[in-house]
T-cell receptor, first 112, second 114 residues
């Protein structure tokens, strides 16, 4: 079983709408949780990095939240744009090994 | 600043052939990594390097070799390609490899082994 599970697998929204992507993890203890954006045919690009003590972090229209008690994180995208169409990957860093454990991603499509 | 550059972008190999993927970074990063990305799976670490002249095994190292002769370059070799190595390969780098550091990824190499 993957230690980092993301939902939904895919999502379609209209331009201008908001959306929230979910990440549940079992990695424990963990040192940080990251969200990456991966455009088709490109490598992942870092959006946010949150340590275990942080609850929220923003990067423009992207806001990540973290609940370390329930081992859940979410990525909220506000006022979506066509350029937000991409895969969004949740990554958790294992505190003991420093190993990064990648989720399989949520594929977001934004239509006009 | 080009960041992390990977060559080639696409390659098709026959089973048993060999090839080398090149990764170059111009950010003076110490740590470099090779990942593979397969459908329905998260990125998996193949090999990594903590500095010039060093290499270490990751999660899925079998069938691959690496070398870091220069700080800015990290090479991934397939000595005898197998269909199971069909994947998208990503190189990444980070400054000091610390837990909270950002990883910078290249654009990937799509490899098909027939």
């Amino acid at each position: 079983k993957n230690q980092v599970e993301q939902s939904p697998q895919s999502l379609i929204i209209l331009e201008g709408k908001n959306c929230t992507l979910q990440c549940n993890y079992t990695v424990s203890p963990f040192s940080n949780l990251r969200w990456y954006k991966q455009d088709t045919g490109r490598g992942p690009v870092s959006l946010t990095i949150m340590t275990f003590s942080e609850n929220t972090k923003s990067n423009g229209r992207y806001t990540a939240t973290l609940d370390a008690d329930t081992k859940q994180s979410s990525l909220h995208i506000t006022a979506s744009q066509l350029s937000d169409s991409a895969s969004y990957i949740c990554v958790v860093s294992d505190y003991n090994t420093d190993k990064l454990i990648f989720g399989t991603g949520t594929r977001l499509q934004v239509f006009p | 600043n080009a960041g992390v550059t990977q060559t080639p972008k696409f390659r098709v190999l026959k089973t048993g052939q060999s090839m080398t993927l090149l990764c170059a970074q111009d950010m003076n990063h110490e740590y470099m990594y090779w990942y593979r990305q397969d459908p329905g799976m998260g990125l998996r670490l193949i090999h990594y390097s903590v500095g010039e002249g060093t290499t270490a095994k990751g999660e899925v190292p079998d069938g691959y070799n690496v070398s870091r002769l220069k700080k800015q370059n990290f090479l991934l070799g397939l000595e005898s390609a197998a269909p199971s190595q069909t994947s998208v390969y990503f190189c990444a780098s980070s400054y000091e490899g610390k837990a909270n550091e950002k990883l910078f990824f290249g654009s990937g190499t799509q490899l098909s082994v027939l």
